[in-house]
Antibody, heavy 120, light 107 residues
């Protein structure tokens, strides 16, 4: 069974940093593109970032302006999202998701999410 | 950026009735559209990819279709477990974008 378990969400002050993690199991993690998707309270889904199987390609939503970095450790079956210079607009549930097939960037498995709150 | 516009925002339907949800892309996305279902407090679940291919385990009452830049998700006979929010997503071009969602509620 595919499992994705996010962790690392917390209450953080504006301007602060946070690192989210996602532990993957039940599939060959090193063979899958992966994504982070977020959802602000009461709002819709917003794609954040994607990373290729070997980490050599990454893509980000334009408005992040270099504040977030997606990475992975295939030896640990783990996905990460480093978030810097956080603002209130980054407050959301952050989901880790598996990309179904190479170059078909839809998400066929999702974690339950981890909550990030940016507030003073 | 490709904008995905979903309509209506809310759809009130009685159990057993048909629901038709729409999603319009601001430019061509070919058939690279997926649909997701999200229930309160849960993660999204993939329903449809490639505009019309049901994901594993998705009941046949869910179907997807496309006409140009217009995409439709149809639920043929709504069951109680289908009341949820539905999102479309295009994956033809970066950045990946989602529609704003359609809430299907009990009439």
């Amino acid at each position: 069974e595919v499992q994705l378990v996010e962790s690392g969400g917390d209450l953080v002050q504006p301007g602060g940093s946070l690192r989210l993690s996602c532990a993957a199991s039940g599939f060959t993690f090193s063979s899958s593109w992966m994504s982070w998707v977020r959802q602000a309270p009461g709002k819709g889904l917003e794609w954040v970032a994607n990373i290729r199987q070997d980490g050599s390609e990454t893509y980000y939503m334009d408005s992040l302006k270099g504040r977030f970095t997606i990475s992975r450790d295939n030896a640990r079956n783990s996905l990460y999202l480093q978030m810097d210079s956080l603002t209130a607009e980054d407050t959301a549930v952050y989901y880790c998701a598996r990309i179904a097939f190479i170059y078909q960037y839809y998400m066929d498995a999702w974690g339950k999410g981890t909550t990030v709150t940016v507030s003073s | 950026e490709i904008v995905m516009t979903q309509s209506p925002a809310t759809l009130s339907v009685s159990p057993g009735e048909r629901a038709t949800l729409s999603c319009r892309a601001s430019q061509s996305v070919i058939s690279n559209v997926a649909w997701y279902q999200q229930k309160p407090g849960q993660a999204p679940r993939l329903l449809i990819s490639g505009a019309s291919t049901r994901a594993t385990g998705i009941p046949a009452r869910f179907s997807g279709s496309a006409s140009g830049t217009e995409f439709t998700l149809t639920i043929s006979s709504l069951q109680s477990e289908d009341f949820a929010v539905y999102y479309c997503q295009q994956y033809n071009k970066w950045p990946l974008t989602f529609g704003g969602g359609t809430r299907v509620e009990i009439k």
